[in-house]
């Protein structure tokens, strides 16, 4: 996954910043399944993505209530394949009546959360009610391609075109990715308190088990939540009943 860095300091999504569909092969396989699935929620669906100034599917800081709550996370609260009104970011704010800002990005990393994270609370005066960090898997990592892009390396992504997958290998063979996330896990959770903010840990997609090791934080593991009840447009992330599970399950650990 490759993003726009730096977008006012932040990294962000890639222009343009409003699409119907993310990836080529997104489209390709909604119309596939529009020819192959009876009576598909997502036939006549519209889902639109759309991003601000900073690359984030959000409205802009500027424009943000004094009450709300910072999202960070991967695909699974940007919301991929969903329709923003049916993400659970936006059912829990409704739900707690807040607003909210969310730095999600798709294949995002955990070292990347820490920077968006770090870099919004170092920006922005009046700091939220309370943060949930859903974390990507441990084994991404984020570096910076040979185009001189932000990126993010996984096993399973596509090394077709400029990244230096030499680099990859070296850290993956040598598990420091997965290393290098509980650092920069650690590294957020220790910037978070030097901050009176409450602090959920969302569990869904990490390939490991959380720890408390002394955080002060809720952590809502993926067994605890339920596996997903449905699925998004794409087959694979989650639906909109999925989605509000999660929004109770937060609103609960409150």
């Not at 009046?126 to 441990?138: A, G, T, Y």
């Not at 290098?180 to 957020?188: E, G, I, P, V």
């Not at 901050?195 to 997609?205: D, G, H, T």
Request: proline share 3%; glycine share 4%.
């Amino acid at each position: 996954m490759i993003y726009s860095y730096f977008l006012n300091g932040f990294i962000g999504h890639k222009p343009p910043m409003s699409r119907h569909f993310y990836f080529s092969t997104e489209e390709e396989q909604f119309k596939k399944n529009c020819q192959e699935l009876k009576n598909w929620r997502y036939e006549n669906l519209e889902i639109t993505y759309d991003y601000n100034s900073n690359g984030h599917r959000c409205k802009e800081i500027d424009q943000l209530n004094e009450n709300y709550i910072l999202f960070v996370g991967c695909s699974t609260s940007d919301g991929h394949a969903e329709k923003l009104e049916e993400t659970y970011p936006y059912i829990l704010s409704k739900k707690l009546n807040l607003d909210y800002y969310n730095l999600s990005l798709k294949g995002s990393s955990v070292n990347t959360c820490y920077y968006n994270l770090t870099m919004f609370l170092n920006k922005v005066k009046i700091k939220p009610k309370f943060i949930v960090l859903q974390w990507p898997h441990f084994n991404r990592y984020a570096l910076i391609h040979k185009g001189g892009q932000y990126a993010v390396y996984s096993p399973w992504a596509d090394f077709n075109y400029e990244y230096d997958y030499d680099v990859f290998k070296l850290l993956h063979m040598n598990e420091l990715p997965e290393s290098h996330s509980h650092f920069y896990r650690k590294l957020a959770l220790e910037f978070i308190s030097n901050f009176n903010i409450k602090v959920i840990e969302l569990n869904i997609m990490a390939d490991i088990k959380l720890e408390k090791n002394g955080y002060d934080t809720t952590i809502l593991q993926w067994d605890n939540i339920q596996n997903f009840q449905d699925v998004a447009r794409d087959l694979i992330h989650a639906g909109p009943i999925t989605n509000t599970i999660w929004a109770e399950k937060i609103a609960e650990s409150l």
